[in-house]
């Protein structure tokens, strides 16, 4: 059985190995001088920790180093320190129990993980005894619902669904009404992928909200963004879009298996701060994990094994 520590790690695999490999050949037994240490920012950087996280990990690294001797794995764990200080203000505990149903709303952008995640999601809520229902809101993409009867089935979750190009919004108003008679605990809303620049969807969006609050006027309790990792540095950019357009609560960070992009985070930390509630480390249903900064930071320097 492979414990969290590992599954994480080898979720970051493909990131941390190549700050590993690359750490050893900067440093070598060298002192830690301004030469070393911009190799080192070069490197996060590469590793997608973004340029002004990259700096700030990097003072702080250097503040009780500088013209010492260093090996590679205390470099590694320097900097994990670092980079765990600065993940840390992200973690945020998912907790459904203020509002009955609690409205979860599962925004991002085409294929960044929503309606994988909703499975994944269900399923952890699930086995804690918890009921579920989902709301197939993408009702543009042919496939989509078909691929959320799935997730349901899998989950074991109930699935409220409607035609293909429907309206949205309408299936929503009817689906949460239907939630709320029947004494749902959770109740999640899968949306159509949409890029942040297209304004119709982005109206399109608002427009949910709105009718979802004619149902509870509290709800959406939860707005989650999903942000595929391997997206880079545009992943800020999601951020601050989507915030524009509706009251984003938190972030599920996806694909972070298939990512060498890790650093991600870090740069989210920096330049967008919002409480990240899920790692998505894989396409199977359990491939979900709560994010712990420590944890995470040790993973992407490769520390979890030494
Ligand atoms: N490796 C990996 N794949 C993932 C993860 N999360 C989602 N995927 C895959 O990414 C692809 C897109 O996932 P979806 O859940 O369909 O994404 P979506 O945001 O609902 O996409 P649209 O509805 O088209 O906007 C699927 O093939 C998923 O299996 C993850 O954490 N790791
Ligand atoms: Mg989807």
Redesign the pocket.
Known sequence: MVNFFQKLGL?LKKTSDKISSNLKDIVLKRKVDSALLEELEELLISADVGVKASAKIIKGFSAARFEKQITDIEVKQALALEISKMLQPLEAEFETTSSKPFVVL?V?????????????LSSKLRQKGKQVSIVAG?TF?AG?TQ?LEVWASRADAKLYKGAINSDSAGLCFDALSAAVKAGDDVVFI?T???LQNKTGLMDELKKVVRVIKKVCPDAPHLTLL?I??TTGQNAVSQVEVFKQITQVNGLVI?????SAKGGILAAIAEECPTPVYF?????KIE??DVFKAEEYASSLLNLSNQ
């Open positions: 979720g599962m991002g952008v085409n294929g960044s993980g929503k309606t994988t995640t909703i499975g994944k993408d993409r989509a691929q899968d159509a992928g949409r999903t595929d990792a996806t694909k972070l298996d298939g790692i998505g480390v894989g396409e491939d979900l």
